[in-house]
């Protein structure tokens, strides 16, 4: 009977049962123009979200763009503050920004 109690208290953790959301941005730099995502929820590997979006943005029209996602944060305040510096530092360079529509690339489901 312990162990069956124990069983379930383990169980209804909430570690236990999924992972909490990480969340990230991303952007992609072709000379002047920069294209930036929203925040989203980060399933896959940083490495194949950055391919997609790079894929992404190239579909857009970019040529040969550098894309890179922060490590996604448990926060996402963290990250949406990191984006909006992104966005900052951006203008501040007289970069022209793009945003990324929702949907354009498979890490943004």
Same mark, same amino acid.
């Given at each position: 009977?312990?162990?069956?109690?124990?069983? &379930?208290?383990?169980?209804?953790?909430?570690? $236990?049962? +999924? !992972?909490?959301?990480?969340?990230?941005?991303?952007?992609? #730099? =072709?000379?002047?123009? &920069?294209?930036?995502?929203?925040?989203?929820? $980060?399933? +896959? !590997?940083?490495?194949?979200?950055?391919?997609?979006?790079? #894929? =992404?943005?190239?579909?857009?029209?970019?040529?040969?763009p550098d894309a890179q996602c922060p490590e996604p944060r448990d926060d996402r305040t963290v990250a949406l503050n990191a984006q909006f510096d992104a966005e900052a530092f951006n203008r501040k360079m007289g970069a022209?920004?793009?945003?990324?529509?929702?949907?354009?690339?498979?890490?943004?489901?």
């Amino acid at each position: 009977m312990r162990r069956l109690a124990l069983a &379930v208290l383990l169980l209804s953790l909430p570690g $236990a049962a +999924e !992972a909490a959301p990480r969340f990230t941005f991303c952007v992609a #730099a =072709a000379g002047a123009e &920069v294209w930036i995502s929203e925040v989203f929820p $980060a399933s +896959e !590997a940083r490495e194949k979200i950055e391919s997609a979006f790079r #894929a =992404a943005v190239e579909r857009m029209g970019a040529a040969r763009p550098d894309a890179q996602c922060p490590e996604p944060r448990d926060d996402r305040t963290v990250a949406l503050n990191a984006q909006f510096d992104a966005e900052a530092f951006n203008r501040k360079m007289g970069a022209t920004l793009h945003p990324v529509p929702a949907g354009e690339f498979p890490g943004k489901r």
